[in-house]
């Protein structure tokens, strides 16, 4: 018995033939998502501004454009002068937000009452030391892209207070 006649009377040949169409696809899959770079997307794009009020030594950070993110996978983290102090801050909490053009987040520090309330913390959130020339604020973004093995945590934008 040929080989042929083998297959036919064991699989049919409608059978042999959509297997081989198969790994004809998965062959020629592999060769293009190995020719661009591994298949995997990459991490968000988008743009920060800042904006410093030196009578409240509050920060305020806007997205200024690029893709839309999700606000609990973004993460501000707020640097003194010296660099010797650091605090992380959530722009939003949960994963349920989008964060787009044009939505803001405002950090202040806890030596100004910026609205005479008696409540040193006026803002979206505070840190716990001074705001003053040479502090940097990073947004970064924590997330898995498209075909990524794991988490990866990217630094989008870096603004630089000047109380000037």
């Known amino acids: 018995m040929e080989v042929r006649e083998f297959l036919r009377a064991a699989f049919g040949i409608e059978r042999v033939a959509v297997w081989a169409l198969a790994v004809v696809t998965v062959v020629a899959v592999t060769v293009v998502v190995g020719a661009s770079g591994g298949g995997l997307v990459a991490p968000p794009s988008a743009s920060f501004d800042g904006a410093f009020d030196a009578d409240a030594n509050a920060v305020t950070i806007t997205h200024a454009g690029g893709d839309s993110l999700t606000a609990g996978r973004v993460t501000l983290v707020v640097t003194n002068t010296s660099g010797t102090s650091s605090a992380n801050v959530t722009w939003i909490e949960g994963d ?68 000037n």
């Open 96 to 163: 349920g937000d989008r964060l787009g053009e044009d939505d803001a987040i405002t950090i202040d520090d806890p030596t100004v009452d910026a609205d005479g309330d008696g409540n040193y913390f006026d803002a979206d959130h505070t840190v716990g030391f001074p705001l003053t020339s040479g502090a940097t604020v990073e947004v970064r973004w924590t997330g898995r892209p498209l075909g990524a093995a794991g988490e990866r945590t990217v630094t989008l934008d870096t603004y630089e207070i000047d109380a």
